[in-house]
């Protein structure tokens, strides 16, 4: 099994590259217009390679032909670039698609996860919910794995921490929008027990302050204003 190193480095080092080079050879063919494989590989070599073109690319390609034989590859590729535009109706298309193929991917769950919690659809928020469990089950796996040293356990217990914190995270702003407080503030509580960030402490936060604990509220959103990411510290003051 995948150790958790490399499973939550995909989360922030996913690019496109990959995969569109398994689309595109080095010396593409003539164009033929009843031939898929030479219609993706002219597509793909005309394309700058950006994210935004191979977006274009891949979708035009589709649309000529909706049952081609490439559709993982496809599917990959139109959610990687969407990662990287950070287009969010386009990772939760594609992205879902992914994951039917490859239901443990760390980088997709996550990514699929926060474009559904946009939504105030209590199917898609229900499905957020499932991701955020799955993540948390999986990165639980990785943990009871033995580790080759001292060191080794160490950077992996920071991860897998940061890893059930984030999923505890996406718990309670699911169950929030769900209409749960009480299991999201119990959520949100453990997050921030397991690890200490700006995120968790606002997630906390949130959640005592919906619950009438101004007090412990307070508390948090100092936490979260004077722990790591100023983006959430913005978002509170």
Not at 141 to 154: G, I, M, N
Request: proline letters at 4%.
């Amino acid at each position: 099994q995948v150790k958790l190193t490399r499973l939550l480095a995909a989360l922030i080092a996913a690019t496109a590259t990959a995969v569109f080079a398994q689309l595109v050879p080095q010396n593409p063919p003539q164009a033929d217009p009843n031939d898929e494989e030479t219609q993706l590989a002219v597509s793909m070599s005309e394309t700058s390679g950006t994210p935004s073109e191979i977006i274009r690319a891949l979708e035009r390609h589709l649309r000529k032909f909706p049952n081609t034989s490439k559709r993982s590859d496809i599917d990959r590729a139109i959610t990687k670039s969407a990662i990287e535009l950070n287009d969010q109706a386009r990772i939760v298309t594609y992205g879902e698609r992914v994951l039917e193929r490859d239901p443990n991917n760390l980088q997709v769950i996550d990514r699929v996860t926060a474009g559904l919690l946009l939504s105030d659809s209590e199917a898609r928020l229900n499905r957020a919910l499932d991701l955020a469990r799955r993540f948390e089950t999986i990165v639980r796996k990785v943990d009871a794995e033995p580790v080759a040293s001292s060191r080794d356990a160490a950077r992996q217990r920071d991860e897998v921490d940061r890893g059930l914190s984030r999923a505890l995270i996406n718990q309670a702003k699911a169950l929030g929008k769900l209409g749960k407080p009480a299991e999201a503030l119990e959520a949100a509580r453990k997050g921030f027990e397991i690890h200490v960030s700006s995120a968790s402490a606002l997630e906390l936060g949130t959640w005592l302050a919906k619950s009438g604990k101004d007090q412990e509220a307070a508390a948090a959103f100092a936490d979260a204003l004077t722990t790591v990411s100023p983006r959430y510290a913005e978002e509170i003051q």
